[in-house]
């Protein structure tokens, strides 16, 4: 599975981005999808996962409604709408593709080492 992001850029704080994510390669809805993101001198952080069919979606208690994954299964594409963005919210952020598991509710997605594919990811810069 290929996936390449797209949608970062440069914004102040307060407005919005929102960052998708094309797969190729494979049947899209096979797959759970997610978003993570790293900041410079930080490791990877999860940010969001959303089901194979849409159905279920978790977020990272620092995105939590600020925040929302979607994905669009006829497009090959999962969307995260990023609101009300904060400085802290600059990183690079990258898309991952993981088994149909990957979103149950115990399931262990906020662990980098779960997910399968990773997409090269799109940077983030929130300023103040």
């Known amino acids: 599975v290929q996936l390449v992001e797209s949608g970062g850029g440069l914004v102040q704080a307060g407005n919005s981005l929102r960052l998708s994510c094309v797969a190729s390669?494979?049947?899209?809805?096979?797959?759970?999808m997610g978003w993570w993101r790293q900041a410079p001198g930080k490791e990877r952080e999860f940010v969001s996962v959303i089901s194979w069919n849409g159905a279920n979606a978790y977020y990272a208690d620092s995105v939590r409604g600020r925040f929302i994954i979607s994905r669009d299964n006829a497009k090959n594409t999962v969307y995260l709408q990023s609101n009300s963005l904060k400085p802290e919210d600059t990183a690079v952020y990258y898309c991952?593709?993981?088994?149909?598991?990957?979103?149950?509710?115990?399931?262990?997605?906020?662990?980098?080492?779960?997910?399968?594919?990773w997409g090269q990811g799109t940077q983030v810069t929130v300023s103040s």
């Open positions: 991952a593709a993981g088994t149909k598991e990957i979103a149950d509710p115990y399931s262990a997605y906020d662990i980098e080492e779960e997910w399968d594919y």
């Open positions: 390669g494979d049947s899209f809805s096979n797959y759970g």
